[in-house]
């Protein structure tokens, strides 16, 4: 049964300690929500006693260790939830600062099922860890959902500070993410082209990880490459006792933990996981209300650039025999019909000539991404916008299925 709405007012609610405000505020609506009293935190980010904080399409909890009271306007759903695993998500977090202060940076996976809160348990320990001095990287090896950048991508990013409350992973300029397109939902799109972005993502974070380790958060289950290539030492699983016992039993090496899910996760249905991912997009041309950007529109000629994908030459791996996976050599990069580019989200890559195409380009870093606004097949050229303003750096592109519109 969902829960109760809150009539458009303003209205208090106090909290014992342990106890999470949990909402629900869908995109039409908004709410502001202050910290009147005590001391609170958003996925372990603390609210200042001064601050108002706007959330529009998020579900969120507020949990208190002490006790609090919160003061709410506007319209949403909400209750209080006064079960809550933040205690069992701490001592998670003070095992894993045991092992830095150690000298052991621990390369922590977050494993479950679709909307068990791996999102949200990774944002509570990086938080915790940055609050206590601790810069740990965080790994997106979910391209559905967009994080720090847009979706369709794969990355790393150094956490020097805590994630945003309002604007989350993707207002936390000026750390820069390591980003790889992808240009799929899931990594059983292209297993192929998923390995070799891990295994490239893998070496860029091993020249820069240290004692404070990495936080990496996935898509679904199927990790066994990263698993190996991202040298993981500690496998929390949430939500899901039957994955934790086939986890355990397949890495008998690793530290494996189990989890519960919160009882506040939302299941979250494709519309709003759409809307969630037109904003980060937008997020991405232009800024965040507190740290607005701009972008700028610029015009290339068909000639002056060259846009591909990967095409995995093989037949689906659902329809291969049993234990046959793709390989990469299968891989082909092919172009990408000019036609087809309106309103596409476009990597562009540090490959500029063609003879690095095959070898270098599937691999190949994004350095930042354009979205194109209008192909002009008369006149041969696309209008695209990007922030950061005059020609394009590098003429290769990497397509992937993500489309943006502004107006959206
Ligand atoms: N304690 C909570 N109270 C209210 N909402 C919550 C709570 N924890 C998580 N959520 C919300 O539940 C939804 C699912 O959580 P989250 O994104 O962390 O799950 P996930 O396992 O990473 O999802 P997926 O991998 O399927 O994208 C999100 O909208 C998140 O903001």
Same mark, same amino acid.
């Not at 208190?64 to 006064?82: D, F, H, K, P, R």
């Given at each position: 049964m969902?829960?109760?709405? +809150?009539?458009?007012?303003?209205?208090?609610?106090?909290? *014992?300690?342990? !106890?999470?405000?949990?909402?629900?505020?869908?995109?039409k609506n908004k709410i502001e929500l202050r910290l009147k009293n005590?001391?609170?935190e958003y996925f372990g980010a603390e609210l200042g006693p001064l601050a108002t904080y706007a959330f529009t399409g998020e579900n969120g909890?507020?949990?208190?260790?002490?006790?609090?009271? +919160?003061?709410?306007?506007?319209?949403?759903?909400?209750? *209080?939830?006064? !079960?809550?695993?933040?205690?069992?998500?701490?001592?998670?977090?003070?095992?894993?600062?045991?092992?830095?202060?150690?000298?052991?940076?621990?390369?922590?996976?977050?494993v479950g099922p679709n909307d068990s809160g791996k999102t949200s348990l990774a944002r509570v320990l990086i938080n915790y860890a940055v609050r206590q001095g601790v810069r740990p990287i965080f790994v997106s090896l979910d391209p559905l959902n967009a994080s720090v950048t847009v979706p369709g991508t794969l990355s790393a990013t150094p956490m020097t500070k805590v994630v945003g409350i309002e604007a989350g992973f993707m207002g936390n300029a000026p750390m820069t993410p390591l980003v790889w397109q992808f240009g799929h939902d899931t990594p059983s799109d292209n297993p192929a082209l998923f390995k070799l972005l891990v295994d490239r993502l893998a070496a860029a974070v091993d020249r820069r990880a240290d004692a404070s380790g990495l936080i990496i958060d996935t898509r679904g289950t199927d990790m066994d490459h990263a698993i190996q290539k991202l040298r993981i030492t500690t496998l929390l699983v949430i939500g899901d006792e039957r994955m934790y016992h086939a986890v355990l039993q397949k890495y008998p090496e690793l530290q494996v933990v189990k989890l519960s899910r919160s009882g506040g996760t939302v299941s979250r249905d494709p519309v709003f996981r759409q809307q969630a991912n037109a904003r980060a997009i937008r997020q991405y041309f232009y800024g965040t209300t507190g740290e607005p950007a701009m972008s700028f529109s610029t015009v290339a000629g068909f000639q002056d650039t060259k846009v591909v994908?990967?095409?995995?030459?093989?037949?689906?791996?659902?329809?291969?025999?049993?234990?046959?996976?793709?390989?990469?050599?299968?891989?082909?990069?092919?172009?990408?019909?000019?036609?087809?580019?309106?309103?596409?989200?476009?990597?562009?890559?540090?490959?500029?000539?063609d003879k690095d195409l095959d070898e270098g380009v599937l691999g190949a870093q994004a350095v930042g991404f354009v979205n194109v606004t209008r192909v002009d097949t008369e006149k041969e050229r696309f209008t695209m916008i990007s922030p950061v303003p005059g020609r394009l750096p590098k003429r290769v592109l990497l397509y992937g299925n993500v489309k943006w519109m502004e107006t959206l």
């Open positions: 969902a829960p109760p709405i +809150l009539a458009s007012v303003t209205k208090e609610w106090t909290l *014992v300690a342990g !106890e999470e405000f949990r909402f629900e505020v869908d995109f005590g001391h609170a909890a507020v949990f208190s260790w002490q006790g609090c009271t +919160l003061e709410i306007t506007g319209e949403c759903q909400a209750y *209080v939830g006064t !079960e809550t695993p933040m205690g069992s998500y701490i001592n998670t977090h003070m095992a894993l600062q045991q092992q830095r202060v150690s000298g052991v940076g621990p390369r922590v996976m977050i994908m990967a095409e995995s030459g093989v037949a689906p791996s659902s329809t291969l025999p049993v234990g046959e996976e793709p390989r990469l050599e299968d891989t082909r990069v092919v172009a990408v019909d000019n036609e087809t580019l309106t309103h596409a989200i476009l990597a562009i890559t540090n490959v500029d000539s």
